[in-house]
């Protein structure tokens, strides 16, 4: 009998730790099918998905090394921190650390229950998330014990947990671009952008969804696509509204609270677009202002990574964290000047430039208003009609050569495509899975011819014409021209412009729009104050629905 007890308390013993080493939640594959078939009806062409899941991405593997953490993070725990985080700034969330109130490992621990509460639910996943980094909760561990010894604890960066767009190199996670050409491009040196935010102690929590190839690769396709990732989706409308892209779930992340901030990269839209779509802040600064080294490219000429956050000020915040001067990116050049200066210096005394024919918009209209209202003196302006003769093939050209370069010198050596022409071949062998979209644009760069000396001529061309199009911001000693969400894009692109885009209204859908700051060369600080004012005058923006 005694036997009979001991085997049955070891059975039971057995299978509580059983029990315990299985995770809470489970990924599981659902059926689609009448989603899609619901999808085809949607009027945007561009949104009538072939696919909502990954066909290769298990977020069982990517949960599996916090599944034991997570299993001792309660929802009680979970529900009790989120006023401290949720839609918090990072000076908010770096004092509720030094109160004692929060510390850095349960600030990453309250994202990743987050992430996998919403992304494991069919009803709510946005399939933002590609991978996460292995090491983050232990990192998280070593900031807190840093934090007591006063190591870089006064940076306001230092700590926060940030999601990176997977076309940026990082060491000890994959860099994909969202194509399954690149899924083994494992083994890479941080970019240049990674290595400042870790110097200044940044968390980097995982890596966000993106449209593939940063969405110069199929025609027409759905934005916020890829092989790897899935379609990411609208947090304020899943397969209702865009995401924007191609800096898709760098945005809906954002958005969703996932992390503090995430990383995404521009060549002509990519960080407004999937900003405004989301509504949070998207900074898209001077080209070279910030690294593009390791950094899978579209146009050496235009390429940019940015900052996309929850506010603007961290924005600033995030910025200085990624700021240096980088010796292998030839148009990097360090700010003269970090002091951006004052966030409440506000409208008064400035004088801003609004395109006469947006203000047929009544949310545009109403915002620059109260703009108005607040003390700036506005300008109208209309442009002159110029078009960018060319743009695409300066897109083609530069890939067609800065692609091969990055897969030389940044990725991992065995990544076995080399070029464009290869990547196309390598989807061909199995189109459904790896192009079901098809790969209008690269087999456009492949088949395009221009010499590099046209390219030269297209450049100086589209350069002149851009900064035509902006022509006021001198000729009326502007301080900036606003826009809505990308809507001029290409042209602040090519006239190597900043802009920030803030969120600034809701359409009666319930979609968001957002009113961009377009600048001169250099003049991020004056955009950022100038944003801050807008934000503190309007404070328009809050959480999607369903994801309080």
């Known amino acids: 009998m005694k036997n009979l007890l001991l085997f049955l308390l070891t059975i039971v013993l057995l299978s509580c730790n059983s029990e315990s080493n299985q995770p809470d939640v489970v990924f599981n594959k659902y059926d689609e099918t009448a989603a899609l078939e619901a999808q085809q009806n949607h009027e945007n062409p561009r949104m009538k998905f072939k696919l909502f899941q990954s066909k290769v991405l298990d977020m069982n593997e990517v949960f599996k090394p916090f599944n034991a953490a997570l299993s001792a993070f309660s929802e009680e725990e979970y529900q009790s921190l989120k006023p401290l985080i949720i839609e918090q700034n990072i000076p908010t969330i770096q004092g509720h650390v030094k109160e004692g109130k929060l510390s850095y490992e349960k600030l990453t621990l309250f994202y990743l229950y987050r992430i996998r509460k919403f992304e494991s639910d069919s009803t709510k996943s946005l399939n933002a998330i590609i991978t996460l980094n292995p090491n983050v909760l232990e990192e998280a561990k070593q900031r807190d014990k840093d934090r007591k010894w006063g190591i870089l604890s006064d940076v306001e960066i230092y700590g926060m947990p940030i999601l990176l767009k997977d076309n940026i190199n990082t060491e000890g996670m994959p860099t994909s671009a969202g194509a399954l050409a690149l899924q083994n491009n ?119 990574p940015g900052p996309m956050t929850k506010s603007v000020t961290d924005s600033w915040i995030f910025l200085n964290a990624m700021l240096g001067e980088d010796n292998k990116d030839p148009k990097s050049f360090e700010m003269p000047d970090k002091d951006f200066g004052d966030m409440e210096d506000g409208f008064k005394g400035k004088k801003i430039g609004v395109l006469t024919y947006l203000l047929q918009d009544s949310i545009y209209n109403s915002n620059v208003n109260k703009i ?130 803030v969120p600034m209204g809701y359409k009666e859908s319930g979609e968001p729009v957002s009113l961009t700051f377009v600048g001169l060369p250099k003049t991020e600080g004056k955009l950022l104050i100038l944003g801050y004012a807008f934000e503190q005058l309007t404070k328009v923006r809050k959480l999607p629905e369903n994801y309080q």
Not at 214 to 223: D, E, I, K, M, V
Not at 235 to 255: C, D, I, L, N, Q
Not at 263 to 274: L, M, N
Not at 442 to 448: A, R, S
Request: charged share 20%; net charge neutral.
């Open 186 to 304: 494992k083994n890479t040196e941080d970019a240049f952008i990674v290595k400042k935010l870790k110097e200044n102690g940044a968390l980097i929590l995982g890596k966000a969804n993106l449209s593939e190839w940063a969405y110069y690769f199929c025609s027409g396709c759905p934005l916020g696509y890829s092989a790897i990732g899935g379609q990411s989706l609208n947090p304020y409308g899943r397969a209702k509204f865009e995401t924007g892209g191609s800096s898709a779930s760098s945005g809906t992340a954002v958005a969703a609270n996932y992390a503090v901030a995430a990383v995404g990269t521009e060549t002509a839209g990519s960080i407004t677009s999937p900003s405004s779509q989301n509504s949070v802040v998207g900074l898209k600064p001077t080209t070279g202002l910030l690294s593009r080294t390791g950094i899978v490219p579209i146009s050496g000429t235009l390429d940019t």
């Open 372 to 501: 108005k209202e607040a003390g700036a003196t506005i300008v109208e302006v209309n442009p002159p009609r110029v078009g960018l003769p060319g743009f695409l093939t300066l897109l083609n050209i530069d890939m067609k050569y800065d692609l091969p370069h990055y897969l030389k010198s940044d990725a991992d050596k065995n990544v076995t495509v080399t070029s464009v022409k290869d990547v196309i071949d390598f989807n061909v062998k199995d189109s459904i899975l790896r192009a079901p979209y098809g790969q209008q644009l690269f087999e456009g760069i492949v088949k395009d011819t221009t010499s590099k000396k046209q390219l030269e001529s297209i450049k100086v061309t589209l350069k002149e014409n851009g900064r035509s199009y902006f022509n006021a911001l001198k000729e009326e000693n502007l301080d900036a021209i606003l826009s809505i969400n990308n809507y001029h894009s290409a042209y602040s692109a090519v006239a190597e412009y900043p802009n920030l885009t």
